[in-house]
């Protein structure tokens, strides 16, 4: 095999893994842009958690001192909406997080 044969073989093996890798990169690349949506779609469901935490503790406040109650109850509508809520975020978070555990695992 002459040289410039040689040289050809090696130009066409490295382009070929150059492609490779960019294929892997790129794949890759996603991979972590996803994770980091999964991310930051957690941090926004856990702050929204917490203002809704805010408000039932705003709520149970009025209750207590704003209306004189003694107790404040679950029953109460508008606790009990909040009280949905969280819940209804708590199961984002968890689906969000089960969904980036999968993909930090591969």
């Known amino acids: 095999m002459a040289f410039s044969d040689r040289l050809?073989?090696?130009?066409?093996?490295?382009l070929a893994a150059s492609k490779d890798f960019a294929?892997?990169?790129g794949a890759k690349a996603q991979d972590l842009g996803e994770r980091g949506m999964l991310t930051l779609e957690i941090k926004q469901l856990e702050g929204q958690a917490q203002?809704?935490?805010?408000?039932l503790g705003a709520e149970v406040y009025r209750i207590f001192v704003e209306l004189g109650g003694k107790t404040a109850s679950a029953d109460d509508p508008v606790i009990k909406s909040l009280l949905d809520e969280?819940?209804?975020?708590?199961?984002?978070?968890?689906?969000?997080?089960?969904?980036?555990?999968?993909?930090?695992?591969?």
């Open 86 to 106: 969280l819940a209804s975020v708590k199961g984002a978070i968890e689906k969000r997080e089960k969904e980036l555990d999968e993909r930090r695992r591969g």
């Open 23 to 25: 294929v892997k990169a």
């Open 51 to 55: 203002k809704l935490v805010s408000r």
């Open 8 to 14: 050809r073989d090696m130009f066409g093996q490295g």
